[in-house]
């Protein structure tokens, strides 16, 4: 089917992205899934990771997101999230500072630590380094 479907990422603190797109890829939590123009209707939540789209005029764009949902219907995509970073836009330097942090909490073995926050905080360093380092190739 032809056409481009209107996609919405936002956060708590703004919107992210709103443009057409060929088609939307996102983190689903039961895995990855594709959105295009006229989708049947469905709504899940999304696992850390990376959502990305083609824009209408067929350029890839990355956008590191971490917990949230999605909501497709046949015109449009809505993405709520916690936090979204257009790949462009993730610090690198400041994604390896909290992947440190995170190992050094989660390596301490302290009784009193937060274990699924730290490792939540390290899965979403690692995820954006990832992104980072394809930008690079």
């Known amino acids: 089917m032809a056409g481009n479907i209107r996609l919405e990422v936002v956060t708590p603190e703004q919107q992210v992205v709103n443009e057409e797109a060929q088609i939307v890829m996102a983190p689903g939590r039961e895995g990855e899934f594709g959105v295009l123009i006229g989708h049947t209707p469905f709504m899940t939540s999304l696992r850390t990771g990376t959502l990305r789209y083609r824009d209408s005029s067929g350029t890839e764009h990355y956008i590191f997101v971490s ?5 497709a219907l046949p015109t449009k995509v809505t993405v709520l999230v916690e936090s979204a970073e257009r790949r462009r836009d993730i610090d690198a330097e400041r994604a390896r500072r909290a992947m440190e942090r995170a190992q050094q909490r989660l390596s301490a073995a302290q009784a009193d630590i937060d274990y699924i926050r730290a490792r939540a ?3 979403r360093a690692l995820y954006r380094l990832k992104m980072v380092e394809s930008r690079s190739r």
């Open 121 to 123: 905080a390290l899965e």
């Open 67 to 71: 917990g949230g949902f999605a909501e």
